[in-house]
C-alpha cells in the first residue's frame, strides 16, 4: 500500500512528465491575482486558433499568406534565416517559416522543411543564448511555432537556451522595472526583440515564460516566477498607469515606435492567445494601447501620410504601429493593417492575428479635433481625406518618461508643408543639448540672467521651461490642459504651463490656442506671461521653414513641402501664412536665422550669440528660421497675441484684423475673439450673428471621456 507521502511525489512526477509532453498546464494561482492557466497545446503566442488561421490564409488573407509562405520558401532553399545575426533588423523568417509550418500541417500540406531550416539555423542553441546580440524575443515565437515539430530533447535544448534569459538584466526572473517604469520604451524592448536599449525586457521575456512552460527546462521555476510576476502586477499596477497615460506613448512616436509601439499589443495579444485574459478589454477606452490607433491616425499630416515632429519623433510613417495593428481588433486598427502593407515589408502579424471579420474603419470617422488628457496632446485639423488640409497640434502634459521634451505649450501647424515648425535637425536629446532644451520649440521665455539650466553643455541659458530631460521622478508635473472645446467652426484649448518654468521667475504662463475653420483659415494665439520680477523680459518664438518677408508688425512666409525630407507628397503647391502681432505694444520683433544662425541662441544670453552647430541638424525637419517677438515695456506682465493666417501662396494681403482691447481681435466680418486678460482662461468667439462662449476652467481628465 503506498504511503500519502509517496502519492504525493508520484503526482508531482506524473504532472510533470505530462507538462513535459505537452498533454497538461499549470494552472497559477498568486496570491492577490487572478488565477491563469498557461494553454497546454502550441501554439500559445500570438496565434489564438490554428485551424481559423489555416483558413483565413485560404481564403481572405490568401494574398499575404502566398508572401509569407514564398518568404519562407526562400529561406528553406536559401538554407537559413535573412538577418539572423543582424542586431538592427527583424529576422522575419523565423516567424515566416513557423507559420507556413502550422498553416502547411493545417492543411495536409509538406510542412517539416519549414521547421527543419529553423533547427538547422539554431543548431547546438547558442545562437539563442548568445548575450551579444540575439533575437531572443522572436526566437521564442519561432519555438512556440514549431515546438510540435521539435523532438523532446530539442525542446529541451532550445527552451533552456531561452529560459536562460529570464534574468537578464534584472538577475532576477521577474518584473522588476529596473532603473525603468511602465511608459519606458526600455522596459518593454526594442523592436528587435534583443538586448539593445533593453532593461527588463517584459514582452521578449513574457514571450519566453510563456513558450517554455511545461517543455521540461530547468528554467521551468524561473519561467513561474515570471508569469505569476506578470499576472500580479500587470492588472495591478501597469495598466491603471496605462489608462492614466491614455493612448499618446510617453516617449513620442519616436522613442514609442523604436518599441512599445509595436511589442506592447504583441505582449498583451501573447498573454490573450497564450491564457485567454484579455488585458485589450480590460482597459479604459483610453488607455493604451487601446487609444493608440486614434493618436497614430492624429498625428500623420494630410501632406505626406508621415507622423509629426513631436517631441523626438523621426518623422516615420504609421508603420510601427501597423506592425501591432492586427492585434487589437477595432476597426481603426483594421485600417492601419489594410494600409500598412503599403509602408511594411512584413506580413505575418497579419497571418496570425488578423481577423478579416472586423471591418475596417477609416480615420474619417473620426472627430476634426480631440484631445489626449494623459498626454496634454491636441490635434486639430480641416478636414480628412484632403492632402492639402489644415493640421495642426497644441501639447501641454505632464513627463512620463526620461526621453520626453520639455517643450510644454508648442504648437505645430502646417497645410502642404509646414509652416509652423520646430527648429531643424534630429539632433537626439542625449548628446545634443541645444535639441535637448526648449528654444527649438514655440514658447515663450522669461529671461532671468542668473538662472542655471541642468544639462547645459552646448546649451547656454535658453529663458525657457526647466530641463528636466532624464531626470526621474515620474511622473511629473510640467503643465496642463485646463480646457478644450470642438465645435464645427472652431477647436479652442487652453493650458497653463507655469509648473514647466522655474518658480524664481514665472508667477504665470499660459497660452490659449484657436483654430478658426472655413474658407480664410486663423489660428489665433493668446499668452498670458507674469515674471517674478520686471527685469526678466519676456519674448515670443516661433520656428518657420522658409524666411519671412516682414513688414511693420506682419509677417508672412511660404510652407516647405520638403521640409519633412519626403520626394513624393500628397499635397500640391504651397501655401502662405500670415502673422499679425497685436500684443504686446510696440512689439519689437526680429527675424533670425538662415544660414550660420539656423540654431542661434537667446538673445539676452551673451555667451550664445553663434550657431549651435551639431550632427544631425542639417536632417529633416528643415526649419532654419523662428521670429522673436520681445516685449520693451516696463512692468512684470505680458500679454502677446498673435494672428496667423493661412492663405494661398498667391495670396500677398491677409485678412484685415483689428485690435480689440484689453486682449480682443476682430478678424475680417466674421471673426470676433475675446479672451479674458485676467482670472480664469476663456472667453468668447462671435461667428458672424452666432456667439459661442469659448469653455473656461474645464478640467478634463480620463473620467470625463
Excluded at 498607469?241 to 512599445?260: A, D, Q, T
Aim: glycine content about 10%; overall charge negative; hydrophobic content about 35%.
Amino acid at each position: 500500500m503506498t504511503n500519502t507521502r509517496d502519492m504525493h511525489i508520484s503526482t508531482a512526477i506524473l504532472a510533470a512528465l505530462l507538462m513535459g509532453l505537452g498533454l497538461l498546464s499549470p494552472v497559477f494561482a498568486v496570491a492577490d491575482a487572478p488565477t491563469y492557466q498557461v494553454k497546454a497545446s502550441h501554439p500559445r503566442l500570438l496565434v489564438e486558433d490554428v485551424a481559423a488561421m489555416a483558413r483565413r490564409c485560404s481564403g481572405p488573407l490568401a494574398e499575404d499568406y502566398r508572401i509569407v509562405k514564398e518568404r519562407a520558401d526562400a529561406a528553406v532553399k536559401r538554407g537559413g534565416v535573412e538577418f539572423i545575426s543582424n542586431r538592427w533588423s527583424i529576422p522575419e523568417d523565423l516567424m515566416n517559416c513557423g507559420l507556413s509550418y502550422l498553416v502547411e500541417r493545417e492543411l495536409g500540406h509538406e510542412c517539416d522543411k519549414y521547421a527543419a531550416v529553423i533547427v538547422k539555423q539554431w543548431g547546438d542553441g547558442k545562437i539563442i543564448s548568445n548575450r551579444q546580440g540575439s533575437h531572443f524575443g522572436y526566437h521564442a515565437l519561432a519555438y512556440d511555432f514549431i515546438y510540435d515539430a521539435l523532438t523532446p530533447e530539442q525542446r529541451v535544448l532550445y527552451g533552456e537556451a531561452l529560459g536562460s534569459w529570464l534574468t537578464y538584466y534584472t538577475d532576477r526572473p521577474e518584473i522588476l522595472l529596473k532603473y525603468g517604469n511602465w511608459e519606458y520604451n526600455q522596459t518593454w524592448g526594442p523592436i528587435h526583440l534583443n538586448i539593445m536599449n533593453c532593461r527588463d525586457a517584459l514582452t521578449e521575456k513574457l514571450f519566453i515564460g510563456l513558450a517554455i512552460t511545461g517543455a521540461g527546462t530547468r528554467y521551468e521555476s524561473d519561467a513561474k516566477t515570471f508569469l505569476d510576476s506578470w499576472n500580479r502586477r500587470v492588472p495591478t499596477e501597469c495598466l491603471p498607469v496605462f489608462n492614466r497615460m491614455g493612448g499618446v506613448w510617453s516617449e513620442s512616436f519616436g522613442h514609442g515606435g523604436y518599441g512599445p509601439v509595436t511589442v506592447i499589443p504583441y505582449a498583451f495579444q501573447a498573454w490573450r492567445s497564450a491564457t485567454g485574459i484579455d488585458y485589450f478589454k480590460a482597459l479604459k477606452p483610453w488607455g493604451y494601447p487601446v487609444e493608440e490607433p486614434r493618436w497614430v491616425a492624429y498625428t500623420m499630416m494630410p501632406h505626406s501620410q508621415r507622423t509629426a515632429w513631436i517631441d523626438d519623433n523621426d518623422g516615420s510613417t504609421p508603420a510601427a504601429f501597423s506592425r501591432a495593428a492586427p492585434m487589437l481588433h477595432d476597426g481603426l486598427s483594421q485600417w492601419f493593417s489594410d494600409h500598412g502593407r503599403e509602408w511594411l515589408r512584413e506580413r505575418w502579424q497579419r497571418v496570425a492575428c488578423y481577423d478579416p471579420s472586423i471591418p475596417p474603419a477609416a480615420p474619417d470617422t473620426l472627430p476634426l479635433a480631440y484631445l489626449f488628457p494623459g498626454a496634454g496632446h491636441v490635434y486639430m485639423r480641416s478636414a480628412w481625406n484632403d492632402p492639402d488640409a489644415t493640421w495642426a497640434f497644441f501639447g501641454c502634459g505632464p513627463q512620463y518618461a526620461g526621453h520626453s521634451r520639455d517643450d510644454e505649450g508648442h504648437f505645430l501647424i502646417c497645410k502642404r508643408g509646414s509652416l509652423v515648425s520646430r527648429q531643424g535637425g534630429q539632433g537626439p536629446n542625449d548628446t545634443d543639448y541645444y535639441a535637448g532644451g526648449s528654444l527649438i520649440y514655440n514658447i515663450v521665455t522669461i529671461f532671468d540672467p542668473a538662472e542655471k539650466f541642468r544639462r547645459d553643455k552646448g546649451n547656454e541659458n535658453d529663458g525657457g521651461l526647466l530641463r528636466h530631460v532624464y531626470e526621474g521622478e515620474f511622473p511629473r508635473e510640467r503643465g496642463h490642459i485646463v480646457a478644450f472645446e470642438n465645435a464645427p467652426q472652431y477647436t479652442y484649448a487652453a493650458a497653463d504651463i507655469t509648473a514647466g518654468y522655474n518658480s524664481a521667475k514665472a508667477r504665470e504662463v499660459t497660452r490659449q490656442f484657436l483654430y478658426l475653420r472655413g474658407e480664410r483659415e486663423f489660428f489665433v494665439v493668446f499668452d498670458r506671461v507674469e515674471a517674478t520680477k520686471p527685469d526678466f523680459r519676456r519674448h515670443f518664438f516661433v520656428h518657420v521653414p522658409t524666411e519671412p518677408e516682414v513688414s511693420g508688425n506682419q509677417l508672412n512666409w511660404l510652407s516647405l513641402p520638403e521640409a519633412d525630407g519626403d520626394k513624393e507628397l500628397l499635397s500640391h503647391g504651397r501655401s502662405r501664412m500670415f502673422l499679425t502681432t497685436l500684443l504686446p505694444a510696440n512689439a519689437q520683433i526680429v527675424k533670425r536665422g538662415g544660414p550660420g544662425q539656423e540654431a542661434w541662441g537667446h538673445p539676452l544670453e551673451p555667451t550664445a550669440q553663434y550657431n549651435h552647430v551639431a550632427r544631425g541638424r542639417n536632417r529633416p525637419p528643415i526649419c532654419p528660421w523662428r521670429v522673436e517677438v520681445g516685449d520693451p515695456n516696463p512692468g512684470a506682465r505680458t500679454m502677446f497675441l498673435h494672428v496667423f493666417e493661412i492663405g494661398e501662396e498667391s495670396q500677398r494681403q491677409p485678412e484685415e484684423v483689428q485690435f480689440i482691447p484689453p486682449a480682443g481681435v476682430q478678424i475680417g466680418k466674421r471673426w470676433r475673439v475675446q479672451f479674458n486678460a485676467t482670472g480664469p482662461l476663456g472667453g468668447k468667439v462671435a461667428d458672424q450673428d452666432l456667439t459661442t462662449a469659448v469653455q473656461t476652467e474645464m478640467q478634463y481628465s480620463a473620467d470625463k471621456r
